[in-house]
């Protein structure tokens, strides 16, 4: 019997038989593995090799919420993709926001599961328990908002949410990305492309009743109380009012904003241009929303005749790739690459951080005109990014090569371009620089899934003042030292990467968005968590459980890459991040990368993983329930 406080009901879709199974995990293991990649790496440790071809028929894909999503509250409708990437090999995870999650779980869904490889394109249709696969060759081919409105068509049903990839998961972009309300994108990893390779092109879920909490009358006091925080916040405040590109002019004025392929961190010709509060001024539309959240940090922009509001607007991480990372200093011509990226399924940051490798290449002369179908690559020439944005989504010419991702591009066109490659496992940085936030730069090295901002608190918040809220709530979790300035690299500060890592695993688990619910924001802290899981689940809950689940999930991540191949050699940032910053505020700081090294190999002693390995030890698998690993 299903009870969606305790055990989970997954979808277990069979693409290569045409064969759909329904599994129940019972509420002693789910309550292991709630959602996320950690109930999508239950499932896929179960019955796939780790070391299985990422495009082949034998890779799993595994869409996942928990048992809190949905719920009437901020911050709770998302989705992870769990599958092994295209562009690094290793454990794949993606997630994003939207209404989708939402419904899929007001469905009664907590895993949609697919393995095989169906003949034709089709699409998955879930109306509750009517589940069917139908035929996608009307919508194959087609960008994202045409597939939103065939498909309303086709069904003669408005009232339906669509998870979907575009001609670039077609065409198997190793960084595809999935979109959900043509702007709302499991961007990371090349889940698309996985998707693309099983010949899915979509997943359309009719939308289901509004969820409802376990405790209803405590959760609505307790969802007004954080409306109220909400608004009684100016951070949180600022996060809606400008969105999260609305740091960018200042990352630049610190010297800190990744630019020019991160041969600076100082764009002073730019970075006002193409900075949140200038997008709020000139061509925001309106503020978007994920499913019940009263933050409203999406951005909706519209340039007529040139840019759709249909597809969203850029965030910081899109604004700089193609923006600050490729010297574009205009923000019509950066929506119009976020647009472009949103309509053919591609991901902004790895796409826009390949174009900016590819320029500094052109400049440098390891690519000529002949070798870019004669376009000039150069920095700041924004006129190129549309037709190169669709080349690499159609798999055309010099977009053929770029659809690779910087770490196979440079290692086709050779001539020592790998030196210009920023990426761990090739996945391309996102726009944090380690040299700013070393600790953020230790969590990109040693993810289990190549570079990522989003899997541990940065750095900054350890110079606020020790009494203030943040700094406070990071003493629940064992962090109470603060720094003067964020560079810092000692033992304390690598616990605290670790610490915060495995918090924000927790909050990936249980999929709830960091800007609500991170633990450093002024917002929502531990104990904020600890009651949303009691009045939302009726679940009684302590920390230390909820850490437990955070470091699980890492260690099972860490555990697939081992199988598959990797060890701690491949956890290495990029040479030029150990460079001294050349100009600007910024000029002359330097990440030492001796005491970087000395840093990673205390993180592998705090997470109890192999000296030489860098993976979990047999030890640390039991101590975690995951002794069944062990073979
Ligand atoms: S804070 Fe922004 S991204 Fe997070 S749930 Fe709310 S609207 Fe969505």
Redesign the pocket.
């Known amino acids: 019997m299903y009870d969606r406080f305790s055990n989970a009901r997954i979808l277990d879709v069979d693409l290569t038989k045409s064969e759909i199974n329904i599994r129940t995990i019972p509420g002693d293991i789910y309550r292991l593995y709630p959602g996320g990649s950690a109930l999508g790496l239950y499932l896929i440790l179960q019955d796939m090799d780790p070391k299985v071809e990422p495009l082949s028929s034998e890779n799993m894909l595994i869409f996942s919420v928990s048992p809190l999503t949905g719920l009437p509250i ?5 989705v992870t993709v769990t599958t092994k990437s295209p562009l690094t090999g290793t454990i794949g995870d993606s997630q994003a ?2 209404f989708f999650p939402m419904h899929l779980k007001a469905n009664d869904w907590d895993s949609v599961l697919f393995r095989g490889k169906s003949e034709k394109p089709v699409y998955l249709y879930i109306d509750g328990d009517n589940v069917e696969l139908k035929d996608a060759k009307n919508i194959w081919g087609k960008v994202t908002g045409e597939v939103e409105k065939i498909v309303r068509q086709e069904l003669g049903e408005k009232n339906v949410e669509i998870a979907q990839i575009g001609p670039g998961g077609e065409n198997l972009v190793k960084y595809a990305s999935i979109i959900n309300m043509c702007n709302r994108a499991n961007g990371r990893n090349g889940t698309g492309a996985v998707m693309g390779s099983k010949n899915l092109k979509a997943l359309v879920v009719k939308k289901g009743k509004a969820l409802k909490p376990y405790n209803k009358e405590k959760f609505s006091q307790f969802s007004k109380k954080v409306v109220k925080m909400i608004s009684e916040n100016p951070n ?1 405040e600022g ?2 009012e400008h969105g ?1 590109d609305g740091d960018l002019e200042e990352f630049s004025d610190e010297g800190f904003l990744p630019t020019k392929n991160w041969t600076t961190g100082y764009f002073p010709e730019g970075a006002t241009e193409i900075t949140g509060t200038t997008m709020s001024e000139t061509i925001l539309k309106k503020r ?11 951005r909706v922009v519209e340039v007529p005749g040139i840019v759709n509001p249909l597809y969203g607007g850029p965030e910081y991480e899109t604004a700089a790739a193609f923006g600050s990372y490729c010297g574009i200093n205009d923000l019509k011509a950066v929506s119009l690459a976020n647009q472009l990226c949103n309509m053919y399924g591609i991901d902004t940051i790895s796409c826009g951080a390949t174009i900016a490798f590819a320029m500094e290449c052109y400049e440098k002369g390891m690519l000529t005109k002949k070798d870019t179908d004669g376009l000039e690559l150069k920095f700041g020439n924004d006129k190129i990014l549309p037709e190169l944005i669709e080349k690499i989504a159609n798999r055309e010419g010099i977009g053929n090569l770029l659809a690779e991702g910087s770490k196979r591009a440079a290692q086709i066109i050779g001539k020592g371009t790998e030196c210009f490659t920023i990426e761990v496992k090739g996945q391309e940085l996102p726009a944090h620089m380690p040299q700013y936030k070393p600790m953020v730069g230790l969590i990109y090295a040693v993810n289990p899934f190549g570079a990522d901002h989003q899997s541990s608190e940065h750095d900054v918040f350890l110079n606020l003042p020790k009494d203030s809220q943040p700094i406070q709530r990071l003493g629940q979790i064992g962090t109470y030292k603060t720094y003067k300035d964020p560079f810092t690299i000692d033992d304390d500060k690598v616990r605290f990467a670790f610490d915060t890592q495995c918090y924000f695993s927790i909050l990936d688990t249980l999929n709830l ?4 619910w991170g633990p450093s924001w002024e917002l929502c802290g531990p104990d904020e968590l600890l009651e949303l899981c009691k009045l939302g689940l009726g679940w009684n809950t302590s920390l230390f459980e909820l850490m437990r689940i955070g470091e699980r999930r890492i260690n099972m991540m860490r555990y697939f890459n081992a199988r598959a191949g990797f060890t701690k050699e491949d956890d290495k940032l990029p040479k030029r991040i150990f460079e001294k910053m050349p100009d600007g505020p910024s000029e002359g700081i330097q990440l030492n990368e001796e005491k970087f090294n000395e840093a990673k190999e205390l993180y592998y002693i705090f997470a109890g993983w192999g000296k030489d390995t860098g993976n979990p030890t047999e030890s640390i698998l039991k101590k975690l329930s995951l002794g069944w690993l062990i073979k």
Do not use: N, P
């Open positions: 901020s911050g709770t409708s998302r926001g939207g949180i996060l809606g999260t978007d929303t994920c499913y019940g959240c009263a933050v409203r940090c999406k968005c960091q800007f609500v």
